[in-house]
Nanobody, 123 residues
Framework: QVELVESGGGVVQAGGSLRLSCAAS????????MAWFRRAPGKEREFVSA????????HYADSVKGRFTISRDNAKNTMYLQMNSLKSEDTAVYYC????????????????WGQGTQVTVSS
């Protein structure tokens, strides 16, 4: 049984930092492309970042490029999202998921979603 559990969300002031974690069980993260998505209130779920199984296969949404860093600890079977210089528009529920097929940027090609972790950035 596959389970993804996100953690690390919270309330932070604009300009601050948070690190999100996605702990996996039932699957080996390093064997798949994994991604972070987010859903802000009243908006569709949007792509944030993805990390592939091969070295250097990393993708970011333009809105977070240069501020967020995705990484993976294979020994802990956990994926991370380091978020710096947070802005109010980063406020959302953040989800991790495993890619199955299709575009990196569409949630349609992903399965095994976690329950999400809330990030609130106050201005």
């Amino acid at each position: 049984q596959v389970e993804l559990v996100e953690s690390g969300g919270g309330v932070v002031q604009a300009g601050g930092s948070l690190r999100l974690s996605c702990a996996a069980s039932g699957l080996t993260l390093k064997s798949y492309t994994m991604a972070w998505f987010r859903r802000a209130p009243g908006k569709e779920r949007e792509f944030v970042s993805a990390i592939g199984w091969s070295e250097g296969d990393i993708h970011y949404a333009d809105s977070v490029k240069g501020r967020f860093t995705i990484s993976r600890d294979n020994a802990k079977n956990t994926m991370y999202l380091q978020m710096n210089s947070l802005k109010s528009e980063d406020t959302a529920v953040y989800y991790c998921a495993r890619r199955v097929s299709g575009s990196y940027y569409s949630p349609i090609g992903y399965v095994y979603w976690g329950q999400g972790t809330q990030v609130t950035v106050s201005s």
